[in-house]
């Protein structure tokens, strides 16, 4: 039996995921939550479960902090992320942050019971084609785009500013103070080069880091 425990804000992406699952024999849901304190405090609680299926964007921790608090609290807990967001934004960064899989929303019906099976019973990350992509990108450090040359944090900054968020927004949301967000803008400015928060936005559209 495979035990699964959901991360995720929203109840009906909750029963969406479970309502797959069911179906599925030797996979059973032993939990689940809507935000990173809850989650870690059900992890805390209960047995380890093989398998965490997170929403990579929860209300307070979320993303790849998150990960990598998880990771160090349960080494060997394989986590697959859920995501709204395409491949080209988050998926690289989750893996290094120890993730074994990212998969898109849009995808779960028809592949997320394969990447459930992939990762737990035969111990190998799952890599979708869209994923594969932009490994292949990485390797190749004449095709790399800007913002690969960002920290995590920085990464973060920049999508929220590209969303439209403030500053004090985005403070809120990452558990920074507005001084430190300031100061991630900057090194942002310095880094890919960009003047204004128009800057950045564009530049975000045209590589796909923003749902339109």
Same mark, same amino acid.
């Given at each position: 039996?495979?035990?699964?425990?959901?991360?995720?804000?929203?109840? !009906? +992406? $909750?029963?969406?995921?479970?309502?797959?699952?069911?179906? #599925?024999?030797?996979?059973? &849901?032993?939990?689940?939550?809507? =935000?990173?304190?809850?989650?870690?405090?059900?992890?805390?609680?209960?047995?380890?479960?093989?398998?965490?299926?997170?929403?990579?964007?929860?209300?307070?921790?979320?993303?790849?902090?998150?990960?990598?608090?998880?990771?160090?609290?349960?080494?060997?807990?394989?986590?697959?992320? !859920?995501?709204?967001?395409?491949? #080209?934004?988050?998926?690289?960064?989750?893996?290094?942050?120890?993730? %074994?899989?990212?998969?898109?929303?849009?995808?779960?019906?028809?592949?997320?019971?394969?990447?459930?099976?992939?990762?737990?019973?035969? @111990?190998?990350?799952?890599?979708?084609?869209?994923? /594969?992509?932009? +490994?292949?990108?990485?390797?190749?450090?004449?095709?790399?785009?800007?913002? #690969?040359?960002?920290?995590?944090?920085?990464?973060?900054?920049?999508?929220?500013?590209? %969303?439209?968020?403030?500053? /004090?927004?985005? /403070?809120?949301?990452?558990? !920074?103070?507005?001084?430190?967000?300031?100061?991630? *803008?900057?090194?942002?400015?310095?880094? +890919?080069?960009?003047?204004?928060? &128009?800057?950045?936005? *564009?530049? /975000?559209? $045209? @590589? =796909?880091? &923003?749902? $339109?």
């Amino acid at each position: 039996m495979i035990n699964v425990v959901i991360a995720d804000d929203h109840p !009906l +992406m $909750r029963e969406g995921i479970k309502k797959v699952l069911h179906k #599925e024999l030797g996979i059973k &849901v032993i939990g689940e939550s809507s =935000n990173g304190k809850e989650l870690l405090n059900i992890l805390e609680s209960t047995p380890p479960p093989d398998l965490l299926i997170l929403d990579i964007s929860m209300p307070g921790k979320s993303g790849i902090d998150l990960i990598k608090d998880i990771k160090n609290l349960y080494p060997h807990l394989s986590i697959l992320i !859920l995501s709204i967001h395409p491949a #080209e934004r988050f998926a690289i960064r989750v893996l290094k942050a120890g993730a %074994e899989g990212y998969l898109c929303k849009s995808s779960i019906s028809d592949k997320l019971v394969k990447a459930i099976k992939r990762i737990v019973q035969e @111990n190998r990350r799952y890599i979708s084609d869209e994923v /594969a992509e932009q +490994m292949v990108l990485q390797i190749d450090q004449s095709d790399q785009p800007l913002h #690969e040359g960002l920290s995590d944090r920085e990464f973060e900054v920049l999508c929220k500013i590209a %969303e439209g968020k403030s500053v /004090a927004e985005i /403070a809120g949301e990452l558990s !920074l103070s507005t001084h430190t967000v300031h100061t991630y *803008r900057s090194r942002i400015k310095n880094k +890919m080069n960009l003047d204004t928060n &128009v800057d950045m936005t *564009r530049y /975000a559209i $045209r @590589n =796909n880091l &923003v749902n $339109r």
